[in-house]
């Protein structure tokens, strides 16, 4: 069922518009009142429509953004034939997805990652990268319910920010030494389930007085399977 109405829609579509116009701003102006007043002027909403759609300022048009983007990503990948690919393969494709779908608006990302590296902002940050992630995952066709869910989402979670501060500052043609950065992350998580089997096999060879062999045989780390 659908329980959209017209004044709903209209205003999320409203609010997209102001996104758009924004993010001709944010380069110069920042995430800021000044830079949304434009906005709107821009878009031709009135003045108050800003406060209306953004009840917290940047942090709220932050948290928008990043969540466009992240249906954008879901959106483009569908059109694609991921089960075709490795999983590894499928979360690199997302990720270099993603970024290119924002490549226009690197200023954007850099100016809100500085907004939520504020400590009150933190928890807001935390929310915007498991929403991109868990879109990342679920875009590649995982469908765990187990331990495994969190783990591969936090495991992700440390690539694809290493990745996003890599492909801010990279200079090269079409971000080519992003991709390799990118392969590189995947590659040394992928061996983290091999190296947790090690521990194991070892930790069954030696004496155990803190209870690590028990840890070890319950840990399940998630990974990029081949």
């Not at 499928?90 to 400590?119: C, K, M, W, Y």
């Not at 190296?195 to 319950?218: I, S, V, W």
Request: proline share 5%; glycine share 6%.
């Amino acid at each position: 069922m659908n329980d959209e109405t017209p004044e709903t829609g209209r205003f999320e579509a409203e609010r997209r518009a102001l996104l758009d116009a924004l993010l001709d701003h944010v380069p110069f102006d920042g995430w800021t009142g000044t830079a949304m007043a434009a906005a709107a002027e821009q878009a031709g909403l009135d003045a108050e429509f800003p406060h209306r759609a953004f009840p917290r300022g940047a942090v709220d048009a932050i948290e928008y953004f990043n969540r466009v983007a992240d249906t954008d990503m879901a959106a483009a990948l569908a059109e694609e034939d991921l089960e075709a690919m490795r999983v590894r393969d499928r979360i690199a494709r997302a990720v270099r997805v993603r970024l290119e779908q924002n490549a226009g608006h690197r200023d954007a990302v850099r100016r809100g990652l500085t907004v939520l590296s504020f400590p009150p902002n933190g928890p807001v940050g935390m929310r915007i990268l498991y929403r991109t992630v868990d879109a990342i995952w679920r875009a590649a066709g995982d469908s765990a319910t187990d331990f495994n869910f969190y783990t591969k989402r936090g495991l992700l979670a440390g690539v694809y920010s290493a990745t996003v501060v890599y492909w801010l500052n990279d200079g090269s043609e079409d971000f080519s030494r992003t991709w390799r950065f990118l392969d590189r992350r995947i590659d040394e998580t992928m061996q983290i389930p091999k190296a947790l089997q090690r521990l194991r096999e070892t930790a069954e060879r030696l004496p155990d007085p803190l209870g690590l062999r028990n840890f070890l045989r319950q840990a399940q780390p998630g990974n990029f399977r081949r």
